[in-house]
Protein backbone atom coordinates (compact mmCIF):
# COMPACT_ATOMS: atom_id res chain seq x y z
CA UNK A 1 0.00 0.00 0.00
CA UNK A 2 1.09 3.58 -0.63
CA UNK A 3 2.84 4.51 2.64
CA UNK A 4 1.29 7.59 2.63
CA UNK A 5 -2.34 5.79 3.50
CA UNK A 6 -0.49 4.12 6.54
CA UNK A 7 1.44 7.65 7.93
CA UNK A 8 0.09 9.42 10.82
CA UNK A 9 -2.68 6.31 11.64
CA UNK A 10 -3.50 5.57 15.31
CA UNK A 11 -5.05 2.86 14.57
CA UNK A 12 -5.63 -0.05 11.91
CA UNK A 13 -7.72 -3.20 11.70
CA UNK A 14 -8.36 -6.12 9.55
CA UNK A 15 -11.80 -8.06 8.38
CA UNK A 16 -11.98 -11.59 7.01
CA UNK A 17 -12.25 -10.07 3.85
CA UNK A 18 -8.82 -8.69 3.48
CA UNK A 19 -9.97 -5.06 3.73
CA UNK A 20 -7.80 -2.16 5.93
CA UNK A 21 -9.59 -0.24 8.46
CA UNK A 22 -7.02 3.14 9.25
CA UNK A 23 -8.03 5.14 11.87
CA UNK A 24 -5.89 8.66 12.37
CA UNK A 25 -6.25 10.10 15.63
CA UNK A 26 -4.88 13.63 14.05
CA UNK A 27 -7.47 14.64 11.57
CA UNK A 28 -9.62 11.94 13.66
CA UNK A 29 -10.49 10.14 10.16
CA UNK A 30 -11.68 6.34 9.59
CA UNK A 31 -11.06 5.20 6.34
CA UNK A 32 -11.64 1.62 4.64
CA UNK A 33 -9.43 0.52 1.99
CA UNK A 34 -9.49 -3.07 -0.30
CA UNK A 35 -6.41 -5.70 -0.22
CA UNK A 36 -5.43 -3.45 -3.36
CA UNK A 37 -5.28 -0.47 -1.86
CA UNK A 38 -8.51 1.42 -2.92
CA UNK A 39 -10.47 3.33 -0.84
CA UNK A 40 -13.95 1.94 -0.24
CA UNK A 41 -15.49 4.65 2.25
CA UNK A 42 -14.14 7.43 4.47
CA UNK A 43 -15.67 9.21 7.61
CA UNK A 44 -14.28 12.58 9.33
CA UNK A 45 -15.03 12.80 12.50
CA UNK A 46 -15.17 16.00 14.62
CA UNK A 47 -14.15 13.64 18.41
CA UNK A 48 -11.91 10.77 18.76
CA UNK A 49 -14.18 7.51 18.12
CA UNK A 50 -12.75 3.75 19.53
CA UNK A 51 -13.33 1.23 16.76
CA UNK A 52 -14.37 -1.76 19.12
CA UNK A 53 -14.03 -4.30 15.65
CA UNK A 54 -14.53 -5.01 12.10
CA UNK A 55 -15.74 -8.13 12.05
CA UNK A 56 -19.04 -7.39 10.72
CA UNK A 57 -18.04 -5.01 8.03
CA UNK A 58 -22.08 -4.58 7.58
CA UNK A 59 -22.38 -3.14 11.20
CA UNK A 60 -19.25 -1.58 12.74
CA UNK A 61 -19.60 -0.51 16.35
CA UNK A 62 -17.28 3.21 17.12
CA UNK A 63 -17.57 4.17 20.37
CA UNK A 64 -17.03 7.88 21.83
CA UNK A 65 -16.01 8.95 25.47
CA UNK A 66 -16.12 12.49 24.87
CA UNK A 67 -19.58 12.50 22.47
CA UNK A 68 -20.94 9.61 24.81
CA UNK A 69 -22.49 7.91 21.87
CA UNK A 70 -22.11 5.12 19.90
CA UNK A 71 -22.12 4.49 16.36
CA UNK A 72 -22.92 1.58 13.80
CA UNK A 73 -21.75 2.20 10.15
CA UNK A 74 -22.20 -0.09 7.31
CA UNK A 75 -19.40 -1.37 4.68
CA UNK A 76 -19.20 1.74 3.33
CA UNK A 77 -18.82 3.26 6.45
CA UNK A 78 -22.07 5.48 6.08
CA UNK A 79 -24.02 5.99 9.53
CA UNK A 80 -26.43 3.10 9.73
CA UNK A 81 -27.33 3.87 13.78
CA UNK A 82 -26.50 6.48 16.63
CA UNK A 83 -27.05 5.36 20.32
CA UNK A 84 -26.84 8.63 22.84
CA UNK A 85 -26.01 7.78 26.27
CA UNK A 86 -26.65 11.50 27.84
CA UNK A 87 -30.01 11.40 28.40
CA UNK A 88 -30.39 7.96 29.81
CA UNK A 89 -27.11 7.21 32.02
CA UNK A 90 -24.69 8.74 33.81
CA UNK A 91 -20.94 9.21 32.64
CA UNK A 92 -20.18 6.04 30.35
CA UNK A 93 -16.48 5.50 30.42
CA UNK A 94 -16.59 2.40 28.08
CA UNK A 95 -19.22 0.91 25.94
CA UNK A 96 -19.16 -2.91 24.38
CA UNK A 97 -21.61 -4.06 21.57
CA UNK A 98 -22.39 -7.46 22.19
CA UNK A 99 -24.46 -7.79 18.98
CA UNK A 100 -26.78 -6.01 16.41
CA UNK A 101 -29.30 -5.26 19.88
CA UNK A 102 -27.72 -5.21 22.89
CA UNK A 103 -24.76 -2.89 24.61
CA UNK A 104 -22.26 -3.36 28.01
CA UNK A 105 -21.73 0.06 29.75
CA UNK A 106 -19.41 0.91 32.16
CA UNK A 107 -21.12 3.82 34.23
CA UNK A 108 -18.01 5.65 35.66
CA UNK A 109 -20.67 7.78 37.57
CA UNK A 110 -22.76 5.23 39.78
CA UNK A 111 -20.14 2.56 39.56
CA UNK A 112 -22.45 0.01 37.56
CA UNK A 113 -22.16 -2.41 34.74
CA UNK A 114 -25.44 -1.94 33.05
CA UNK A 115 -26.64 -4.36 30.16
CA UNK A 116 -29.08 -2.18 27.56
CA UNK A 117 -30.94 -3.03 25.29
CA UNK A 118 -30.89 -0.43 22.62
CA UNK A 119 -33.23 -1.51 20.08
CA UNK A 120 -35.88 -1.61 22.60
CA UNK A 121 -34.45 1.24 24.86
CA UNK A 122 -34.29 -0.60 27.51
CA UNK A 123 -32.13 -1.82 30.63
CA UNK A 124 -31.81 -5.42 31.05
CA UNK A 125 -29.69 -5.59 34.00
CA UNK A 126 -27.47 -3.48 36.36
CA UNK A 127 -24.76 -4.86 38.44
CA UNK A 128 -22.74 -2.94 40.58
CA UNK A 129 -19.17 -3.02 39.35
CA UNK A 130 -16.80 -0.92 41.83
CA UNK A 131 -13.52 -1.24 39.55
CA UNK A 132 -10.96 1.31 38.96
CA UNK A 133 -12.01 2.74 35.57
CA UNK A 134 -8.60 4.61 35.39
CA UNK A 135 -6.38 4.01 31.91
CA UNK A 136 -9.41 1.88 30.68
CA UNK A 137 -9.12 0.89 27.21
CA UNK A 138 -11.38 -1.59 26.58
CA UNK A 139 -14.18 -3.71 27.79
CA UNK A 140 -15.59 -7.08 26.76
CA UNK A 141 -18.42 -9.45 28.16
CA UNK A 142 -18.57 -12.98 27.71
CA UNK A 143 -20.33 -16.15 28.67
CA UNK A 144 -20.65 -14.11 32.38
CA UNK A 145 -17.54 -13.16 32.18
CA UNK A 146 -16.35 -9.72 31.77
CA UNK A 147 -13.03 -8.73 30.50
CA UNK A 148 -11.30 -5.00 31.34
CA UNK A 149 -8.07 -4.05 29.34
CA UNK A 150 -5.81 -1.63 30.41
CA UNK A 151 -2.32 -0.34 28.91
CA UNK A 152 -0.43 -2.35 31.41
CA UNK A 153 -2.90 -5.61 32.38
CA UNK A 154 -5.72 -7.48 31.58
CA UNK A 155 -8.05 -8.79 34.22
CA UNK A 156 -11.00 -11.36 33.97
CA UNK A 157 -14.10 -10.69 37.00
CA UNK A 158 -17.35 -12.62 36.90
CA UNK A 159 -20.95 -10.44 37.06
CA UNK A 160 -20.66 -10.58 40.78
CA UNK A 161 -16.90 -8.57 40.59
CA UNK A 162 -15.39 -11.41 41.69
CA UNK A 163 -12.01 -10.98 40.13
CA UNK A 164 -10.69 -14.79 38.28
CA UNK A 165 -7.67 -13.67 36.57
CA UNK A 166 -5.28 -10.77 36.31
CA UNK A 167 -2.18 -10.48 33.95
CA UNK A 168 0.18 -7.86 33.05
CA UNK A 169 0.18 -6.38 29.29
CA UNK A 170 2.44 -3.90 27.44
CA UNK A 171 0.23 -1.62 25.54
CA UNK A 172 -2.58 -3.08 25.91
CA UNK A 173 -5.15 -1.70 23.08
CA UNK A 174 -8.72 -4.27 22.16
CA UNK A 175 -10.17 -6.79 22.91
CA UNK A 176 -10.86 -9.71 19.92
CA UNK A 177 -12.95 -12.61 20.23
CA UNK A 178 -12.78 -15.29 17.77
CA UNK A 179 -15.80 -17.99 18.58
CA UNK A 180 -14.55 -19.31 22.40
CA UNK A 181 -10.86 -17.49 22.25
CA UNK A 182 -10.55 -14.20 23.76
CA UNK A 183 -7.33 -12.00 21.88
CA UNK A 184 -5.62 -9.13 23.33
CA UNK A 185 -4.35 -6.83 20.59
CA UNK A 186 -1.41 -4.55 21.61
CA UNK A 187 0.93 -2.27 20.37
CA UNK A 188 3.52 -4.70 19.08
CA UNK A 189 1.77 -8.02 19.46
CA UNK A 190 -1.11 -10.01 19.28
CA UNK A 191 -2.09 -12.78 23.09
CA UNK A 192 -4.38 -15.48 23.72
CA UNK A 193 -6.01 -15.72 27.06
CA UNK A 194 -5.75 -19.47 28.37
CA UNK A 195 -9.15 -19.18 30.93
CA UNK A 196 -7.40 -18.73 34.48
CA UNK A 197 -4.06 -19.82 33.71
CA UNK A 198 -2.07 -17.72 31.64
CA UNK A 199 -1.72 -14.96 28.20
CA UNK A 200 0.05 -16.47 25.79
CA UNK A 201 2.19 -14.49 22.99
CA UNK A 202 1.18 -15.78 19.53
CA UNK A 203 1.98 -13.14 17.36
CA UNK A 204 4.49 -10.09 17.66
CA UNK A 205 7.50 -7.70 16.60
CA UNK A 206 8.72 -5.39 18.92
CA UNK A 207 9.41 -3.27 15.80
CA UNK A 208 5.78 -2.99 14.46
CA UNK A 209 4.23 0.48 15.02
CA UNK A 210 0.41 -1.77 15.08
CA UNK A 211 -0.36 -4.78 14.83
CA UNK A 212 -3.78 -6.57 14.14
CA UNK A 213 -5.75 -9.82 12.85
CA UNK A 214 -8.21 -11.62 11.08
CA UNK A 215 -8.60 -15.42 10.99
CA UNK A 216 -6.14 -16.29 8.17
CA UNK A 217 -3.05 -13.67 9.01
CA UNK A 218 -1.48 -11.51 11.22
CA UNK A 219 -1.15 -7.82 10.11
CA UNK A 220 1.39 -5.17 10.97
CA UNK A 221 2.78 -1.99 10.23
CA UNK A 222 6.13 -1.05 10.56
CA UNK A 223 8.29 1.75 9.08
CA UNK A 224 4.93 2.95 7.23
CA UNK A 225 4.72 -0.49 5.29
CA UNK A 226 2.37 -2.81 5.56
CA UNK A 227 3.37 -6.50 6.36
CA UNK A 228 1.03 -9.77 5.81
CA UNK A 229 2.11 -13.30 8.09
CA UNK A 230 0.55 -16.70 7.97
CA UNK A 231 -0.51 -17.51 11.25
CA UNK A 232 2.09 -21.00 11.28
CA UNK A 233 4.54 -18.24 11.21
CA UNK A 234 4.06 -17.31 14.33
CA UNK A 235 5.60 -18.90 17.45
CA UNK A 236 3.61 -19.20 20.75
CA UNK A 237 5.55 -17.49 23.66
CA UNK A 238 3.59 -18.37 27.31
CA UNK A 239 3.70 -14.61 29.42
CA UNK A 240 2.60 -16.44 32.48
CA UNK A 241 1.40 -19.53 33.80
CA UNK A 242 2.87 -22.92 34.95
CA UNK A 243 6.34 -24.03 33.87
CA UNK A 244 7.28 -26.61 31.14
CA UNK A 245 6.69 -30.17 32.72
CA UNK A 246 9.99 -31.13 30.73
CA UNK A 247 12.81 -28.90 31.98
CA UNK A 248 15.58 -28.53 30.24
CA UNK A 249 18.69 -30.68 30.86
CA UNK A 250 21.20 -28.40 33.22
CA UNK A 251 25.55 -28.83 33.00
CA UNK A 252 25.15 -30.91 36.27
CA UNK A 253 22.84 -33.45 34.17
CA UNK A 254 25.09 -34.16 31.53
CA UNK A 255 27.85 -34.54 33.50
CA UNK A 256 26.40 -37.04 35.46
CA UNK A 257 24.67 -38.96 32.49
CA UNK A 258 28.13 -39.41 30.97
CA UNK A 259 29.38 -41.05 34.40
CA UNK A 260 26.26 -43.58 33.88
CA UNK A 261 26.46 -46.98 32.60
CA UNK A 262 26.29 -47.45 29.23
CA UNK A 263 22.65 -48.90 28.04
CA UNK A 264 21.62 -52.20 26.81
CA UNK A 265 21.78 -51.08 23.67
CA UNK A 266 25.51 -49.96 23.34
CA UNK A 267 25.89 -53.12 25.44
CA UNK A 268 24.59 -55.18 22.12
CA UNK A 269 27.14 -52.69 20.03
CA UNK A 270 29.87 -53.94 21.65
CA UNK A 271 28.86 -57.64 21.38
CA UNK A 272 28.14 -57.79 17.52
CA UNK A 273 31.63 -55.74 17.22
CA UNK A 274 33.33 -58.80 19.49
CA UNK A 275 31.73 -61.47 17.40
CA UNK A 276 32.54 -60.03 13.97
CA UNK A 277 36.03 -59.62 15.59
CA UNK A 278 36.10 -63.38 15.90
CA UNK A 279 34.51 -64.21 13.20
CA UNK A 280 37.29 -62.53 11.02
CA UNK A 281 40.10 -63.67 12.79
CA UNK A 282 39.41 -67.19 12.73
CA UNK A 283 36.10 -68.63 11.27
CA UNK A 284 36.56 -71.49 12.47
CA UNK A 285 36.69 -70.59 16.56
CA UNK A 286 33.51 -69.00 15.93
CA UNK A 287 31.29 -71.75 17.79
CA UNK A 288 28.48 -70.96 20.34
CA UNK A 289 30.70 -71.84 23.36
CA UNK A 290 32.72 -68.65 22.05
CA UNK A 291 30.44 -66.39 21.41
CA UNK A 292 28.93 -66.92 24.85
CA UNK A 293 32.18 -66.40 26.73
CA UNK A 294 33.26 -63.58 24.71
CA UNK A 295 29.08 -62.50 25.16
CA UNK A 296 30.09 -62.66 29.18
CA UNK A 297 33.38 -60.66 29.11
CA UNK A 298 31.58 -57.88 27.62
CA UNK A 299 28.68 -57.48 29.53
CA UNK A 300 30.54 -57.52 32.52
CA UNK A 301 32.89 -55.06 31.73
CA UNK A 302 29.71 -52.56 30.79
CA UNK A 303 28.91 -53.23 34.41
CA UNK A 304 32.14 -51.97 35.87
Known amino acids: MDTLKLKDAKDMLVDDYGNLYVYKNKEFSFTKYDSLGRQLGKMMLTVPYKVQTVQNPLSVPLFSENAQEMKFVDQNLNEIQKVDFRQK?????????????????????????????????????????????????????????????????????????????????????????ENEAILVITDHSVLQYIPEKEMVKIFGDPEARIVDKNTLSYFEIKANNLYLYNLEQAQPEKLKGNP?????????????????????????????????????????????????????????????
Open 89 to 177: FGFIKMAYAEDLQQIWLLDESTKRLIQYNFRNDNTINSYPFDASFDDLTDLLVYENKVYMLTRNHMRVFTLKFEKIFEAPVENGKRFRR
Open 244 to 304: DPLPKATEQDVERSAEMPAEPDSQAQKLEQKTQEIESKNPAESSLQKIIEDRSEVQAAGTE
